[in-house]
């Protein structure tokens, strides 16, 4: 018989794993994939990445997919490898995007869009989406053919940048700014994954069009360290983010948040 304290043990132990796939998606986002598949794996969840310098959380991109940008000592040693390179994997970890409606209004920010990668590969054209999307600037949008291309075809997508250049012909303004060229419909739900600062408006200007807070899902991905539970330093009140999380409705969320500085909103 196996003990429980023991198998729990065995969930962190790193699974090795072959790089088979490369791709630049910007100066420093790169999105590499691995040869061992994770078919159980949710939109929405993550992984722990591991290298010699260390072990970071990553959304998932799709069941072999990992998309995130060089920030850091692990983060850059990661984004160093290349094809034929191992890297270590645990997980899948925490839960995942809501996928009981038939329509969604997603906001994603910057390097958020990852696990929305995941959900629109598995969603898009069975379901009802209007995808909306900001970066900073037009060399900083992540997954551009994806964006421009692919995902039109099966989706209503609205790309936006906070500052143009002379050869951007689209949209320019925060994310939710686009907000206004959309009309919410009745039992619809809200997706949204980004900076904080970003997330909050977002929140607001959702309900102030009249959703309801226990359709609105936020991706509140932070401090996480050991993705289970153990080391307690993602809580955000009562809840671990890698446990519970990283998927909250604003409506089980949000007096959590307005303790840590969020404006009580809905």
Same mark, same amino acid.
């Given at each position: 018989?196996?003990?429980?304290?023991?198998?729990?043990?065995?969930?962190?132990?790193?699974?090795?794993?072959?790089?088979?796939?490369?791709?630049?998606?910007?100066?420093?986002?790169?999105?590499?994939?691995?040869?061992r598949?994770?078919?159980?794996?949710?939109?929405?969840?993550?992984?722990?990445?591991?290298?010699?310098?260390?072990?970071?959380p990553?959304?998932?991109?799709?069941?072999?997919?990992?998309?995130?940008?060089?920030?850091?000592?692990?983060?850059?040693?990661?984004?160093?490898?290349?094809?034929?390179?191992?890297?270590?994997?645990?997980g899948?970890?925490?839960?995942?995007?809501?996928?009981?409606?038939?329509?969604? &209004?997603? %906001?994603?920010? =910057?390097?958020?869009?990852?696990p +929305?990668r995941?959900?629109?590969?598995?969603?898009?054209?069975? *379901? !009802?989406?209007?995808?909306?999307?900001?970066?900073?600037?037009?060399?900083?949008?992540?997954?551009?053919?994806?964006?421009?291309?692919?995902?039109?075809?099966?989706?209503?997508?609205?790309?936006?940048v906070?500052?143009?250049?002379?050869?951007?012909?689209?949209?320019?303004?925060?994310v939710?700014?686009?907000?206004?060229? &959309?009309? %919410?419909?009745? =039992?619809?739900a809200?997706?949204? +994954?980004g900076?904080?600062?970003?997330?909050?408006?977002?929140? *607001? !200007?959702?309900?102030?069009?009249g959703?309801?807070?226990?359709?609105?899902?936020?991706?509140?991905?932070?401090?996480?360290?050991?993705?289970?539970?153990?080391?307690?330093?993602?809580?955000i009140?009562?809840?671990?983010?890698?446990?519970?999380?990283?998927?909250?409705?604003?409506?089980e969320?949000?007096?959590?948040?307005?303790?840590?500085?969020?404006?009580v909103?809905?």
């Open positions: 018989m196996i003990d429980k304290g023991m198998a729990k043990l065995e969930t962190l132990i790193p699974l090795r794993s072959r790089i088979v796939s490369r791709k630049e998606e910007s100066l420093d986002t790169v999105t590499l994939g691995f040869d598949s994770l078919p159980s794996a949710m939109p929405g969840q993550f992984i722990m990445a591991s290298t010699t310098d260390g072990e970071v990553i959304s998932l991109a799709g069941e072999n997919l990992i998309t995130f940008k060089r920030v850091g000592r692990t983060t850059g040693k990661l984004h160093g490898l290349g094809v034929g390179d191992f890297i270590g994997i645990r899948p970890y925490g839960n995942s995007w809501p996928s009981k409606y038939d329509s969604y &209004v997603i %906001l994603a920010g =910057g390097i958020g869009i990852p +929305i995941f959900f629109m590969d598995r969603y898009a054209g069975r *379901k !009802d989406i209007t995808l909306l999307y900001g970066a900073r600037n037009p060399s900083e949008i992540i997954y551009r053919e994806l964006l421009m291309e692919e995902w039109p075809r099966k989706a209503n997508v609205l790309v936006t906070d500052r143009g250049d002379e050869g951007w012909r689209g949209n320019v303004g925060v939710t700014s686009l907000l206004n060229k &959309v009309k %919410l419909r009745s =039992g619809e809200a997706l949204i +994954i900076p904080e600062v970003m997330m909050m408006h977002a929140v *607001k !200007d959702l309900l102030g069009m959703m309801d807070p226990g359709d609105v899902y936020l991706s509140l991905e932070r401090h996480m360290e050991c993705g289970v539970g153990f080391c307690g330093h993602c809580n009140g009562k809840h671990y983010v890698c446990v519970d999380g990283p998927i909250f409705s604003y409506k969320i949000k007096g959590e948040l307005a303790r840590e500085g969020w404006p909103i809905g």
